[in-house]
C-alpha cells in the first residue's frame, strides 16, 4: 500500500540562522529542507508562504523554542 508523505510547514521565529526574522521551512516525512521556503520580516508575511488549505496545528511543548507554528 503507497502512503502520502507527510508535509509540515513550520513557521520559526528569530532562528539563529537568521536573526530577528521569521522563516518558513517544509518538512517532508519528518525531515527538513535545507533551503528556507521563506524568510519575513513579519509573521503575516510568512504566512503567505503557507499553502491554501493548510491547518494550523500550533506547537508542541517540547518544541525548539524558536518555532511559532506548525503548519499541516
Known sequence: MDFWPIILYVVY????????????????????????VRVCEQLDQAREAI???????????????AIREVWL
Open 13 to 36: 521565529e528569530n532562528p539563529t540562522d537568521y536573526p530577528g526574522k521569521f522563516v518558513v521551512r517544509r518538512w517532508l516525512d519528518s525531515v527538513p529542507e535545507l533551503a528556507a
Open 51 to 65: 499553502p491554501r488549505g493548510a491547518a494550523n496545528i500550533g506547537r508542541m511543548r517540547d518544541d525548539d523554542p
